[in-house]
């Protein structure tokens, strides 16, 4: 499985920016999908998470409310719409599939099968 994110730039805090994460090699609709995010110097942490179907999600407290993550499985693609964003957003945004869902083990990045690359997001203020 390949994933390969893109949507990454440079905003002023306030902007918005739409992430994005193409899925090849495996039936899409197999997957949970996932978005982490590292800053220099820190670990990388859970953003927000979307179940097959795309009917449930999970967000980490601090974006809720301003992100939203989706799915379109005929395109085998993620999301992640990135509103109101502040300088503490920046980091390094990767996407992550996994072929099981729990949601105390979200955030664990071990039990996430395969990454993206990563994508940059810079916030000024």
């Known amino acids: 499985v390949q994933l390969q994110a893109s949507g990454g730039g440079l905003v002023q805090t306030g902007g918005s920016l739409r992430l994005s994460c193409a899925v090849s090699?495996?039936?899409?609709?197999?997957?949970?999908m996932g978005w982490f995010r590292q800053a220099p110097g820190k670990e990388r942490d859970f953003v927000a998470a979307?179940?097959?179907?795309?009917?449930?999600?999970y967000y980490t407290d601090s974006v809720k409310g301003r992100f939203t993550i989706s799915r379109d499985n005929a395109k085998n693609t993620v999301y992640l719409q990135m509103n109101t964003l502040k300088p503490e957003d920046t980091a390094v945004y990767y996407c992550a599939a996994r072929t099981t869902l729990s949601r105390a083990t979200m955030p664990t990045t071990s039990l996430w099968n395969y990454w993206g690359q990563g994508t940059l997001v810079t916030v000024s203020s």
């Open positions: 979307i179940e097959w179907s795309g009917i449930s999600t």
């Open positions: 090699g495996r039936p899409f609709s197999n997957y949970v």
